[in-house]
Protein backbone atom coordinates (compact mmCIF):
# COMPACT_ATOMS: atom_id res chain seq x y z
CA UNK A 1 0.00 0.00 0.00
CA UNK A 2 0.78 3.86 -0.69
CA UNK A 3 2.51 4.93 3.28
CA UNK A 4 3.17 8.42 2.37
CA UNK A 5 2.89 10.08 -0.42
CA UNK A 6 5.29 13.74 -0.73
CA UNK A 7 4.26 16.28 -3.51
CA UNK A 8 7.09 19.13 -4.32
CA UNK A 9 5.73 22.43 -6.65
CA UNK A 10 3.14 20.59 -8.76
CA UNK A 11 0.57 22.60 -10.32
CA UNK A 12 -0.56 24.53 -7.43
CA UNK A 13 0.63 22.59 -4.84
CA UNK A 14 4.02 24.06 -3.63
CA UNK A 15 4.26 21.55 -0.75
CA UNK A 16 2.45 18.28 0.31
CA UNK A 17 2.76 15.26 2.42
CA UNK A 18 -0.13 12.97 2.84
CA UNK A 19 0.79 9.80 5.26
CA UNK A 20 -2.16 7.69 3.42
CA UNK A 21 -3.11 4.69 6.00
CA UNK A 22 -4.78 1.06 5.64
CA UNK A 23 -8.54 0.61 4.47
CA UNK A 24 -10.38 3.60 2.73
CA UNK A 25 -8.82 7.02 2.58
CA UNK A 26 -10.72 9.97 1.07
CA UNK A 27 -9.64 13.34 -0.14
CA UNK A 28 -12.28 15.94 -0.22
CA UNK A 29 -12.10 19.64 -0.84
CA UNK A 30 -14.11 22.21 -2.99
CA UNK A 31 -13.78 22.33 -6.37
CA UNK A 32 -11.22 23.54 -7.96
CA UNK A 33 -8.96 23.10 -5.11
CA UNK A 34 -5.95 21.03 -6.50
CA UNK A 35 -7.59 17.31 -6.14
CA UNK A 36 -7.08 16.40 -9.73
CA UNK A 37 -3.04 17.52 -8.99
CA UNK A 38 -3.18 14.51 -5.90
CA UNK A 39 -4.62 12.43 -8.31
CA UNK A 40 -2.10 13.25 -11.39
CA UNK A 41 0.92 12.80 -8.65
CA UNK A 42 0.22 9.09 -8.11
CA UNK A 43 -0.38 8.75 -12.01
CA UNK A 44 2.61 10.17 -12.89
CA UNK A 45 4.36 7.21 -10.58
CA UNK A 46 2.36 4.60 -12.98
CA UNK A 47 4.31 6.05 -15.75
CA UNK A 48 1.53 8.91 -17.22
CA UNK A 49 2.92 11.53 -19.39
CA UNK A 50 4.30 14.58 -17.70
CA UNK A 51 4.67 17.78 -19.19
CA UNK A 52 6.60 21.30 -17.60
CA UNK A 53 2.91 22.51 -17.20
CA UNK A 54 2.62 20.58 -14.56
CA UNK A 55 5.46 22.19 -12.78
CA UNK A 56 4.37 25.35 -10.25
CA UNK A 57 4.90 28.89 -11.85
CA UNK A 58 8.45 29.67 -10.42
CA UNK A 59 9.83 26.62 -10.00
CA UNK A 60 12.57 24.86 -11.88
CA UNK A 61 11.32 21.06 -10.90
CA UNK A 62 8.47 19.26 -9.03
CA UNK A 63 8.99 15.85 -7.30
CA UNK A 64 6.20 13.57 -6.17
CA UNK A 65 7.90 10.64 -3.72
CA UNK A 66 6.29 7.40 -2.47
CA UNK A 67 6.91 5.15 -0.18
CA UNK A 68 5.21 1.78 -0.67
CA UNK A 69 4.66 -0.98 1.66
CA UNK A 70 5.00 -4.05 0.06
CA UNK A 71 4.65 -7.50 1.81
CA UNK A 72 7.02 -10.60 1.37
CA UNK A 73 4.59 -12.63 -0.97
CA UNK A 74 4.58 -9.09 -3.35
CA UNK A 75 8.88 -9.16 -2.94
CA UNK A 76 9.54 -13.04 -3.67
CA UNK A 77 7.98 -12.69 -7.19
CA UNK A 78 9.33 -9.25 -8.00
CA UNK A 79 12.73 -9.43 -6.13
CA UNK A 80 14.82 -10.31 -9.17
CA UNK A 81 13.38 -7.35 -10.99
CA UNK A 82 14.10 -4.83 -8.95
CA UNK A 83 17.69 -6.20 -8.64
CA UNK A 84 18.16 -5.74 -11.90
CA UNK A 85 16.90 -2.55 -12.08
CA UNK A 86 19.62 -1.80 -9.07
CA UNK A 87 16.46 -0.78 -6.86
CA UNK A 88 16.77 -1.33 -2.98
CA UNK A 89 14.16 -2.54 -0.20
CA UNK A 90 13.90 -0.65 3.29
CA UNK A 91 13.90 -3.90 4.99
CA UNK A 92 11.95 -4.26 8.00
CA UNK A 93 11.22 -6.32 11.01
CA UNK A 94 7.74 -6.11 11.92
CA UNK A 95 6.25 -4.30 9.03
CA UNK A 96 6.19 -4.81 5.28
CA UNK A 97 9.13 -3.71 3.39
CA UNK A 98 9.17 -0.28 2.04
CA UNK A 99 9.80 0.48 -1.53
CA UNK A 100 10.67 4.43 -2.38
CA UNK A 101 9.25 5.27 -6.25
CA UNK A 102 9.93 8.62 -7.39
CA UNK A 103 9.05 11.09 -10.71
CA UNK A 104 10.89 14.36 -11.52
CA UNK A 105 9.65 16.76 -14.03
CA UNK A 106 11.13 20.42 -14.89
CA UNK A 107 10.14 23.14 -16.17
CA UNK A 108 11.50 22.58 -19.92
CA UNK A 109 10.02 19.24 -19.89
CA UNK A 110 12.61 16.17 -18.69
CA UNK A 111 11.50 13.73 -16.71
CA UNK A 112 13.57 11.92 -14.64
CA UNK A 113 11.90 8.34 -12.48
CA UNK A 114 13.95 6.34 -9.30
CA UNK A 115 13.00 3.02 -8.15
CA UNK A 116 14.08 2.40 -4.87
CA UNK A 117 17.19 4.85 -5.59
CA UNK A 118 18.04 4.13 -8.36
CA UNK A 119 17.81 5.94 -11.29
CA UNK A 120 15.71 4.09 -14.24
CA UNK A 121 14.18 4.76 -17.16
CA UNK A 122 10.19 5.75 -17.22
CA UNK A 123 9.17 2.33 -18.23
CA UNK A 124 11.10 0.68 -15.17
CA UNK A 125 8.98 1.94 -12.79
CA UNK A 126 5.39 0.94 -14.75
CA UNK A 127 6.21 -2.54 -15.08
CA UNK A 128 6.73 -1.94 -11.01
CA UNK A 129 3.80 0.09 -10.13
CA UNK A 130 1.31 -1.48 -12.35
CA UNK A 131 1.68 -4.41 -9.50
CA UNK A 132 0.97 -1.81 -6.81
CA UNK A 133 -1.38 0.94 -8.04
CA UNK A 134 -4.96 0.04 -9.93
CA UNK A 135 -6.17 3.93 -10.78
CA UNK A 136 -10.25 3.82 -11.84
CA UNK A 137 -10.67 7.36 -13.42
CA UNK A 138 -13.15 8.22 -16.57
CA UNK A 139 -10.60 6.70 -18.54
CA UNK A 140 -10.96 3.26 -17.04
CA UNK A 141 -14.75 3.66 -17.37
CA UNK A 142 -14.17 4.10 -20.95
CA UNK A 143 -12.45 1.00 -21.14
CA UNK A 144 -14.66 -0.76 -19.24
CA UNK A 145 -16.63 -0.78 -22.18
CA UNK A 146 -13.85 -2.48 -24.44
CA UNK A 147 -14.80 -6.07 -24.79
CA UNK A 148 -11.41 -7.15 -24.35
CA UNK A 149 -10.65 -4.99 -21.09
CA UNK A 150 -14.14 -6.96 -20.18
CA UNK A 151 -12.28 -10.37 -21.00
CA UNK A 152 -9.04 -9.37 -18.70
CA UNK A 153 -11.91 -8.46 -15.51
CA UNK A 154 -13.44 -11.81 -16.11
CA UNK A 155 -10.43 -14.26 -16.23
CA UNK A 156 -9.30 -11.80 -13.09
CA UNK A 157 -12.29 -14.13 -11.12
CA UNK A 158 -10.35 -17.06 -12.16
CA UNK A 159 -7.60 -16.12 -9.53
CA UNK A 160 -3.91 -17.83 -10.17
CA UNK A 161 -5.60 -21.23 -11.47
CA UNK A 162 -6.94 -19.00 -14.74
CA UNK A 163 -3.39 -17.26 -14.88
CA UNK A 164 -1.99 -20.25 -15.50
CA UNK A 165 -4.48 -21.91 -17.64
CA UNK A 166 -4.38 -18.94 -19.69
CA UNK A 167 -0.56 -19.09 -19.91
CA UNK A 168 -0.31 -23.26 -20.95
CA UNK A 169 -2.91 -22.22 -23.76
CA UNK A 170 -0.38 -19.11 -25.51
CA UNK A 171 2.61 -21.56 -24.76
CA UNK A 172 0.50 -24.16 -26.99
CA UNK A 173 -0.05 -21.24 -29.17
CA UNK A 174 3.00 -20.04 -29.55
CA UNK A 175 4.27 -23.84 -30.64
CA UNK A 176 1.23 -24.51 -32.83
CA UNK A 177 2.18 -21.80 -34.69
CA UNK A 178 6.20 -21.71 -34.73
CA UNK A 179 5.28 -25.30 -36.40
CA UNK A 180 2.81 -23.79 -38.69
CA UNK A 181 4.95 -20.73 -39.99
CA UNK A 182 8.14 -23.48 -40.23
CA UNK A 183 5.69 -26.08 -42.82
CA UNK A 184 4.41 -23.19 -44.55
CA UNK A 185 7.70 -21.51 -45.02
CA UNK A 186 9.80 -24.85 -46.17
CA UNK A 187 6.72 -25.19 -48.72
CA UNK A 188 7.03 -21.34 -49.98
CA UNK A 189 10.87 -21.75 -49.99
CA UNK A 190 11.19 -25.44 -51.52
CA UNK A 191 11.51 -23.88 -54.98
CA UNK A 192 14.03 -21.24 -54.04
CA UNK A 193 16.04 -23.77 -51.93
CA UNK A 194 15.87 -26.02 -54.78
CA UNK A 195 18.05 -23.31 -56.82
CA UNK A 196 20.13 -22.39 -54.10
CA UNK A 197 20.89 -25.78 -53.75
CA UNK A 198 21.77 -26.29 -57.50
CA UNK A 199 23.98 -23.69 -57.39
CA UNK A 200 25.72 -24.17 -54.16
CA UNK A 201 26.55 -28.40 -55.49
CA UNK A 202 27.61 -26.39 -58.98
CA UNK A 203 29.95 -23.87 -57.37
CA UNK A 204 31.31 -26.67 -54.79
CA UNK A 205 31.76 -29.69 -57.82
CA UNK A 206 33.44 -26.57 -59.49
CA UNK A 207 36.07 -26.14 -56.76
CA UNK A 208 36.43 -29.67 -56.26
CA UNK A 209 37.31 -29.77 -59.86
CA UNK A 210 40.39 -27.52 -59.34
CA UNK A 211 41.35 -28.53 -55.72
CA UNK A 212 43.47 -25.50 -55.30
CA UNK A 213 46.05 -25.83 -52.68
CA UNK A 214 46.85 -23.04 -50.17
CA UNK A 215 49.91 -20.71 -51.89
CA UNK A 216 49.72 -22.75 -54.91
CA UNK A 217 48.40 -19.52 -57.04
CA UNK A 218 51.77 -17.61 -55.66
CA UNK A 219 54.07 -20.23 -57.13
CA UNK A 220 52.61 -20.87 -60.04
CA UNK A 221 52.84 -17.51 -61.12
CA UNK A 222 56.47 -17.57 -60.09
CA UNK A 223 57.26 -20.23 -61.98
CA UNK A 224 55.67 -19.16 -65.46
CA UNK A 225 57.75 -15.75 -65.09
CA UNK A 226 60.73 -17.79 -65.20
CA UNK A 227 59.95 -19.87 -68.11
CA UNK A 228 58.34 -16.76 -70.16
CA UNK A 229 62.02 -15.30 -69.95
CA UNK A 230 64.06 -18.60 -70.60
CA UNK A 231 65.53 -17.38 -73.52
CA UNK A 232 66.50 -14.33 -71.49
CA UNK A 233 68.00 -16.23 -68.78
CA UNK A 234 69.82 -18.56 -71.05
CA UNK A 235 71.65 -15.92 -72.56
CA UNK A 236 72.92 -14.49 -69.32
CA UNK A 237 74.33 -17.50 -68.10
CA UNK A 238 76.06 -18.47 -71.17
CA UNK A 239 77.66 -14.82 -71.20
CA UNK A 240 78.49 -15.54 -67.51
CA UNK A 241 80.09 -19.28 -68.09
CA UNK A 242 82.03 -18.10 -70.92
CA UNK A 243 83.96 -15.91 -68.77
CA UNK A 244 84.03 -18.66 -66.37
CA UNK A 245 85.30 -20.97 -68.41
CA UNK A 246 84.13 -21.72 -72.14
CA UNK A 247 86.21 -18.50 -74.01
CA UNK A 248 87.53 -19.84 -76.57
CA UNK A 249 90.25 -16.84 -77.62
CA UNK A 250 91.17 -13.72 -75.69
CA UNK A 251 92.16 -13.06 -71.99
CA UNK A 252 92.28 -16.52 -69.92
CA UNK A 253 89.25 -17.29 -68.37
CA UNK A 254 88.27 -16.83 -64.73
CA UNK A 255 88.93 -20.48 -63.90
CA UNK A 256 92.01 -20.40 -65.78
CA UNK A 257 93.21 -17.52 -64.28
CA UNK A 258 92.48 -18.60 -60.68
CA UNK A 259 94.60 -21.65 -61.98
CA UNK A 260 97.42 -19.77 -63.12
CA UNK A 261 97.22 -18.26 -59.47
CA UNK A 262 97.01 -21.26 -57.62
CA UNK A 263 100.43 -22.70 -59.35
CA UNK A 264 102.32 -19.27 -59.10
CA UNK A 265 100.99 -19.74 -55.04
CA UNK A 266 101.82 -23.53 -54.97
CA UNK A 267 105.26 -22.76 -56.30
CA UNK A 268 106.18 -20.33 -54.00
CA UNK A 269 105.24 -22.62 -51.10
CA UNK A 270 107.80 -25.11 -52.09
CA UNK A 271 109.95 -21.86 -51.24
CA UNK A 272 108.51 -20.35 -48.01
CA UNK A 273 106.02 -22.88 -46.05
CA UNK A 274 103.74 -20.17 -44.44
CA UNK A 275 102.58 -19.34 -48.12
CA UNK A 276 101.02 -22.67 -47.95
CA UNK A 277 97.86 -21.42 -45.96
CA UNK A 278 97.15 -19.13 -49.49
CA UNK A 279 97.13 -21.72 -51.72
CA UNK A 280 95.03 -23.66 -50.19
CA UNK A 281 92.64 -20.97 -49.92
CA UNK A 282 92.78 -20.02 -53.58
CA UNK A 283 92.22 -24.29 -54.32
CA UNK A 284 89.57 -23.85 -52.10
CA UNK A 285 88.21 -20.48 -54.76
CA UNK A 286 88.87 -22.13 -57.41
CA UNK A 287 87.39 -25.81 -56.57
CA UNK A 288 83.86 -23.86 -55.75
CA UNK A 289 83.76 -21.71 -58.76
CA UNK A 290 84.40 -25.02 -60.65
CA UNK A 291 80.85 -26.40 -59.40
CA UNK A 292 79.40 -22.78 -59.61
CA UNK A 293 80.11 -23.73 -63.58
CA UNK A 294 78.85 -26.60 -63.72
CA UNK A 295 75.61 -25.97 -61.58
CA UNK A 296 74.84 -22.85 -64.02
CA UNK A 297 74.91 -25.44 -66.94
CA UNK A 298 72.27 -27.52 -65.07
CA UNK A 299 70.18 -24.36 -65.10
CA UNK A 300 70.85 -23.64 -68.42
CA UNK A 301 69.34 -27.09 -69.44
CA UNK A 302 66.80 -27.23 -66.84
CA UNK A 303 65.36 -23.72 -69.04
CA UNK A 304 64.61 -25.68 -71.66
CA UNK A 305 60.65 -25.22 -71.49
CA UNK A 306 58.05 -28.31 -72.37
CA UNK A 307 55.70 -26.25 -74.26
CA UNK A 308 52.94 -28.39 -73.36
CA UNK A 309 54.25 -28.18 -69.04
CA UNK A 310 53.97 -24.45 -69.95
CA UNK A 311 50.63 -24.42 -71.67
CA UNK A 312 48.98 -26.99 -68.43
CA UNK A 313 50.38 -23.98 -65.92
CA UNK A 314 49.12 -21.17 -67.78
CA UNK A 315 45.67 -23.19 -68.28
CA UNK A 316 45.73 -24.09 -64.27
CA UNK A 317 46.77 -20.35 -63.03
CA UNK A 318 43.74 -19.30 -65.03
CA UNK A 319 41.48 -21.77 -63.73
CA UNK A 320 42.43 -20.86 -59.90
CA UNK A 321 42.24 -16.83 -61.07
CA UNK A 322 38.66 -17.85 -62.17
CA UNK A 323 37.70 -19.33 -58.84
CA UNK A 324 38.94 -16.23 -57.50
CA UNK A 325 36.89 -14.28 -59.16
CA UNK A 326 33.54 -16.16 -58.21
CA UNK A 327 33.80 -17.07 -54.52
CA UNK A 328 36.49 -14.95 -52.97
CA UNK A 329 40.41 -13.16 -53.49
CA UNK A 330 42.32 -16.11 -51.81
CA UNK A 331 42.28 -19.63 -52.49
CA UNK A 332 41.55 -19.78 -48.28
CA UNK A 333 38.34 -18.14 -49.24
CA UNK A 334 37.38 -20.26 -51.79
CA UNK A 335 38.05 -23.22 -49.35
CA UNK A 336 35.86 -21.36 -46.98
CA UNK A 337 33.20 -21.05 -49.37
CA UNK A 338 33.10 -24.56 -49.88
CA UNK A 339 33.02 -25.07 -46.15
CA UNK A 340 29.95 -23.29 -46.45
CA UNK A 341 28.40 -24.77 -49.16
CA UNK A 342 28.88 -28.53 -47.50
CA UNK A 343 27.11 -27.21 -44.55
CA UNK A 344 23.87 -25.72 -46.27
CA UNK A 345 23.35 -28.15 -48.74
CA UNK A 346 21.52 -30.77 -46.64
CA UNK A 347 19.77 -28.18 -44.84
CA UNK A 348 18.31 -26.83 -48.15
CA UNK A 349 17.33 -30.42 -49.54
CA UNK A 350 13.61 -30.22 -48.22
CA UNK A 351 11.97 -33.69 -48.92
CA UNK A 352 8.32 -34.90 -48.47
CA UNK A 353 8.64 -36.46 -45.94
CA UNK A 354 10.42 -33.62 -43.93
CA UNK A 355 6.57 -31.71 -44.68
CA UNK A 356 4.96 -34.79 -43.73
CA UNK A 357 6.90 -35.01 -40.53
CA UNK A 358 5.42 -31.34 -39.60
CA UNK A 359 2.19 -31.72 -40.80
CA UNK A 360 1.96 -34.88 -38.13
CA UNK A 361 3.56 -31.95 -35.33
CA UNK A 362 1.41 -29.73 -36.20
CA UNK A 363 -1.73 -32.12 -36.27
CA UNK A 364 -0.50 -33.31 -32.20
CA UNK A 365 0.72 -29.01 -31.42
CA UNK A 366 -3.01 -28.27 -32.37
CA UNK A 367 -5.08 -31.15 -30.63
CA UNK A 368 -3.21 -29.80 -27.46
CA UNK A 369 -4.11 -26.19 -27.90
CA UNK A 370 -7.61 -26.93 -28.87
CA UNK A 371 -7.71 -29.18 -25.66
CA UNK A 372 -6.49 -25.84 -23.80
CA UNK A 373 -8.89 -23.51 -25.35
CA UNK A 374 -11.88 -25.95 -24.62
CA UNK A 375 -10.65 -26.11 -20.92
CA UNK A 376 -10.40 -21.66 -21.02
CA UNK A 377 -13.73 -21.79 -22.94
CA UNK A 378 -15.57 -24.28 -19.92
CA UNK A 379 -13.60 -22.44 -16.82
CA UNK A 380 -14.97 -18.71 -18.45
CA UNK A 381 -18.34 -20.23 -18.69
CA UNK A 382 -18.42 -21.05 -15.31
CA UNK A 383 -17.05 -17.61 -14.35
CA UNK A 384 -19.10 -15.67 -15.95
CA UNK A 385 -22.33 -16.91 -14.53
CA UNK A 386 -20.44 -16.62 -10.75
CA UNK A 387 -19.08 -13.31 -11.74
CA UNK A 388 -22.59 -12.15 -13.11
CA UNK A 389 -24.22 -13.40 -9.79
CA UNK A 390 -21.78 -11.39 -7.67
CA UNK A 391 -21.98 -8.14 -9.28
CA UNK A 392 -26.04 -7.96 -9.53
CA UNK A 393 -25.38 -8.71 -5.56
CA UNK A 394 -23.76 -5.56 -5.20
CA UNK A 395 -25.68 -3.65 -7.90
CA UNK A 396 -28.57 -4.59 -5.54
CA UNK A 397 -27.23 -2.55 -2.99
CA UNK A 398 -25.85 0.18 -4.89
CA UNK A 399 -29.81 1.29 -6.00
CA UNK A 400 -29.89 -1.06 -8.90
CA UNK A 401 -31.87 -3.94 -7.36
CA UNK A 402 -33.78 -5.07 -10.68
CA UNK A 403 -30.32 -5.00 -12.81
CA UNK A 404 -29.17 -8.33 -14.44
CA UNK A 405 -26.00 -9.10 -15.53
CA UNK A 406 -25.25 -11.84 -18.33
CA UNK A 407 -21.77 -11.73 -19.77
CA UNK A 408 -22.10 -13.55 -22.86
CA UNK A 409 -19.02 -15.98 -23.44
CA UNK A 410 -18.68 -16.18 -27.42
CA UNK A 411 -16.05 -18.84 -28.90
CA UNK A 412 -14.59 -19.36 -32.26
CA UNK A 413 -14.55 -22.97 -33.65
CA UNK A 414 -11.75 -22.30 -36.04
CA UNK A 415 -8.04 -22.31 -34.15
CA UNK A 416 -6.71 -20.76 -36.94
CA UNK A 417 -8.51 -16.91 -35.78
CA UNK A 418 -7.50 -17.40 -32.03
CA UNK A 419 -6.35 -14.76 -30.28
CA UNK A 420 -3.61 -15.39 -27.61
CA UNK A 421 -6.43 -14.58 -24.84
CA UNK A 422 -8.36 -17.74 -26.68
CA UNK A 423 -10.78 -18.88 -28.45
CA UNK A 424 -13.58 -16.29 -26.58
CA UNK A 425 -14.71 -12.75 -27.03
CA UNK A 426 -16.94 -11.54 -24.30
CA UNK A 427 -19.10 -9.19 -23.75
CA UNK A 428 -20.33 -7.50 -20.70
CA UNK A 429 -24.21 -7.41 -20.88
CA UNK A 430 -26.99 -5.89 -18.62
CA UNK A 431 -30.92 -5.65 -18.06
CA UNK A 432 -31.11 -2.45 -15.96
CA UNK A 433 -34.24 -2.65 -15.10
CA UNK A 434 -34.36 -6.41 -14.66
CA UNK A 435 -37.16 -7.12 -17.19
CA UNK A 436 -35.73 -5.61 -20.71
CA UNK A 437 -33.89 -6.73 -23.34
CA UNK A 438 -30.46 -7.54 -22.66
CA UNK A 439 -27.81 -4.78 -23.85
CA UNK A 440 -24.28 -4.51 -24.11
CA UNK A 441 -22.70 -2.85 -20.75
CA UNK A 442 -21.06 -0.45 -23.28
CA UNK A 443 -24.21 1.43 -25.29
CA UNK A 444 -26.97 1.09 -22.42
CA UNK A 445 -25.94 2.37 -19.40
CA UNK A 446 -25.59 6.18 -18.01
CA UNK A 447 -22.15 7.40 -16.28
CA UNK A 448 -23.56 7.10 -13.04
CA UNK A 449 -24.31 3.68 -13.73
CA UNK A 450 -21.31 2.62 -15.21
CA UNK A 451 -19.27 3.90 -11.67
CA UNK A 452 -21.50 1.90 -9.74
CA UNK A 453 -20.69 -1.08 -12.11
CA UNK A 454 -17.21 -0.24 -12.07
CA UNK A 455 -17.19 -0.26 -8.36
CA UNK A 456 -19.79 -3.21 -8.01
CA UNK A 457 -17.32 -5.67 -10.08
CA UNK A 458 -14.05 -4.77 -8.10
CA UNK A 459 -15.66 -5.39 -5.27
CA UNK A 460 -16.87 -8.68 -6.77
CA UNK A 461 -13.27 -9.28 -7.78
CA UNK A 462 -11.48 -7.61 -4.82
CA UNK A 463 -10.39 -11.47 -3.38
CA UNK A 464 -8.70 -12.10 -6.81
CA UNK A 465 -5.96 -10.56 -8.23
CA UNK A 466 -5.84 -7.89 -6.46
CA UNK A 467 -3.45 -4.65 -6.54
CA UNK A 468 -2.72 -3.51 -2.89
CA UNK A 469 -4.16 -0.07 -3.87
CA UNK A 470 -6.80 1.04 -5.44
CA UNK A 471 -7.64 4.48 -6.19
CA UNK A 472 -11.43 5.77 -7.33
CA UNK A 473 -11.72 9.18 -8.76
CA UNK A 474 -15.30 10.63 -10.16
CA UNK A 475 -16.84 7.00 -9.01
CA UNK A 476 -19.39 9.27 -7.47
CA UNK A 477 -20.12 10.81 -10.09
CA UNK A 478 -23.88 11.01 -10.95
CA UNK A 479 -25.14 9.18 -8.11
CA UNK A 480 -26.43 10.91 -4.27
CA UNK A 481 -28.53 10.42 -1.25
CA UNK A 482 -29.49 6.54 -0.88
CA UNK A 483 -26.94 5.38 -3.60
CA UNK A 484 -24.11 7.41 -2.36
CA UNK A 485 -24.40 5.62 1.00
CA UNK A 486 -24.40 2.56 -0.61
CA UNK A 487 -21.32 3.31 -2.35
CA UNK A 488 -19.61 4.61 0.71
CA UNK A 489 -20.35 1.52 2.07
CA UNK A 490 -18.89 -0.94 -0.88
CA UNK A 491 -15.68 1.31 -0.61
CA UNK A 492 -15.29 0.87 3.02
CA UNK A 493 -15.90 -3.12 2.16
CA UNK A 494 -13.43 -3.19 -0.62
CA UNK A 495 -10.87 -1.75 2.17
CA UNK A 496 -11.15 -4.66 4.53
CA UNK A 497 -8.90 -6.33 1.70
CA UNK A 498 -6.82 -3.52 -0.36
CA UNK A 499 -5.91 0.16 0.48
CA UNK A 500 -8.43 2.24 -1.08
CA UNK A 501 -8.46 5.55 -2.01
CA UNK A 502 -11.03 7.64 -3.52
CA UNK A 503 -10.99 11.31 -4.39
CA UNK A 504 -15.04 12.66 -3.69
CA UNK A 505 -17.54 15.41 -3.41
CA UNK A 506 -20.10 13.07 -1.02
CA UNK A 507 -20.38 13.01 2.28
CA UNK A 508 -22.00 9.82 2.44
CA UNK A 509 -19.05 8.27 0.73
CA UNK A 510 -16.53 10.83 3.23
CA UNK A 511 -18.15 9.57 6.12
CA UNK A 512 -16.89 5.99 5.84
CA UNK A 513 -13.08 6.88 5.61
CA UNK A 514 -10.88 5.64 8.37
CA UNK A 515 -8.43 8.32 7.29
CA UNK A 516 -10.21 11.79 5.69
CA UNK A 517 -7.93 14.39 4.18
CA UNK A 518 -8.55 17.85 2.89
CA UNK A 519 -7.76 19.59 -0.16
CA UNK A 520 -8.01 23.27 0.77
CA UNK A 521 -6.53 26.12 -1.88
CA UNK A 522 -5.75 29.72 -0.64
CA UNK A 523 -4.34 32.93 -2.09
CA UNK A 524 -1.07 34.68 -0.01
CA UNK A 525 0.11 37.84 -1.41
CA UNK A 526 -1.29 36.68 -5.06
CA UNK A 527 0.17 33.14 -4.91
CA UNK A 528 -2.29 30.32 -5.19
CA UNK A 529 -1.26 27.42 -3.09
CA UNK A 530 -3.09 24.52 -2.15
CA UNK A 531 -2.18 22.31 1.36
CA UNK A 532 -3.82 18.64 1.93
CA UNK A 533 -4.69 18.10 6.00
CA UNK A 534 -5.68 15.14 7.60
CA UNK A 535 -8.98 15.67 9.71
CA UNK A 536 -10.12 14.59 12.64
CA UNK A 537 -12.51 14.58 15.31
CA UNK A 538 -13.71 18.28 14.84
CA UNK A 539 -12.25 18.85 12.42
CA UNK A 540 -13.57 16.34 10.17
CA UNK A 541 -17.22 16.90 11.33
CA UNK A 542 -16.98 20.40 10.12
CA UNK A 543 -15.55 19.35 6.42
CA UNK A 544 -18.39 16.72 6.35
CA UNK A 545 -20.77 19.38 7.61
CA UNK A 546 -19.29 21.79 4.44
CA UNK A 547 -20.16 19.09 2.47
CA UNK A 548 -23.41 18.55 3.26
CA UNK A 549 -24.98 22.41 3.26
CA UNK A 550 -22.00 24.45 2.21
CA UNK A 551 -21.76 25.73 5.64
CA UNK A 552 -18.88 24.14 7.85
CA UNK A 553 -20.01 25.86 11.18
CA UNK A 554 -24.26 25.11 10.15
CA UNK A 555 -25.49 23.65 13.56
CA UNK A 556 -27.91 21.10 11.68
CA UNK A 557 -25.53 20.88 8.79
CA UNK A 558 -23.23 19.65 11.88
CA UNK A 559 -25.81 16.81 12.97
CA UNK A 560 -26.09 15.77 10.13
CA UNK A 561 -22.75 15.03 9.90
CA UNK A 562 -22.30 13.37 13.27
CA UNK A 563 -25.55 11.10 12.09
CA UNK A 564 -23.83 10.17 9.08
CA UNK A 565 -20.14 9.36 10.72
CA UNK A 566 -22.44 7.03 13.39
CA UNK A 567 -24.02 5.49 11.27
CA UNK A 568 -20.88 5.06 8.54
CA UNK A 569 -19.22 3.46 11.89
CA UNK A 570 -21.85 1.47 12.73
Given at each position: MIEELQITNLGIIASACIPFGPGLNVLTGETGAGKTMVLNSVQLLTGARGSAQFVKSGAIRCEVVSTFGVDTDWVTEFRSDLTDKGAILDERESSPDGLIISRELTNQGRSKAFLGGKYVPVGAIVDITKSLIAVHGQAEQIRLRDPQEQLVLLDRAGGHERVSEVHKFQVARRNWRALVKKRNSLISDRGENTLKAQLLSAGAAEIQQVSPELGEDTQLQTTLNVLRSAEAIRSLIQSARETLTERDSGPLTVIGQLA??????????????????????????????????????????????????????????????????????????????????????????????????????????????????????????????????????????????????????????????????????????????????????????????????????????????????????????????????????????????????????????????QTHFVVQKSTISGEVNTTVTEVKGDDRTREITRMLSGLPHSTSGAAHAEELLAMARG
Open positions: AVAKDVDLAAELDPSIKAYGERINSVLSEVIDIDAELADQARALDADPVRLEAMEQRLASIKALMKKYGPSISDIHEWSRKAQEQLPLLQISDQDIAQLEIEIDVAQQELVRLGNLLTTARRKSAAELGQKIEQELRQLAMPRASISIEVKTQSDPTKWSRSGADSIEFMIAADGGGQFRPMGISVSGGELSRLMLAIEVALSSEHAVPTMIFDEVDAGIGGEVAVEVGRRLARLAERVQVIVVTHLPQVAAFA
